[in-house]
């Protein structure tokens, strides 16, 4: 299975992009997803597309979360991702299953 990929589109001096960033440390450990930060002012086109709207989430190269971002935002939308790929569901499922005996 591919894990996720969560990256954070941030600002060298963005309190909430630090804020964001521990928050994915956190889960990172519950979750299991790769996780990468991308400096909004390292490129001309992510300036271009994102500007001063940071930080940003996205998932799987898709953008989910953008400005004041709960942890449990960022927790459901990553289950929500994981759900969405097949495997993910199943193995789901079997957890649930051998948990209720």
């Keep these: ?10 600002r060298h001096d963005c309190h ?3 804020v ?5 440390e956190q889960l990172q450990q519950e979750l299991s997803f790769d ?3 991308v400096d909004v002012d390292g490129d001309l086109g992510t300036v271009t597309r994102y ?3 940071v930080p940003v989430v996205l998932i799987d190269e898709k953008e ?3 400005g004041k971002i709960t942890g449990g935002a960022l927790r459901k939308a990553i289950k929500k991702a994981r ?3 097949p495997i993910s ?3 789901s499922r079997v957890k649930l299953a051998l948990t209720r005996g």
């Design 1 to 10: 299975m591919i894990p996720l990929r969560v990256t954070i589109v941030s």
């Design 16 to 18: 909430l992009c630090r």
């Design 20 to 24: 964001v960033y521990r928050v994915a």
């Design 35 to 37: 996780l990468a930060t």
């Design 51 to 53: 500007g001063n709207r």
């Design 64 to 66: 989910i979360l953008s």
């Design 83 to 85: 759900w969405r790929n």
């Design 89 to 91: 569901r199943i193995l």
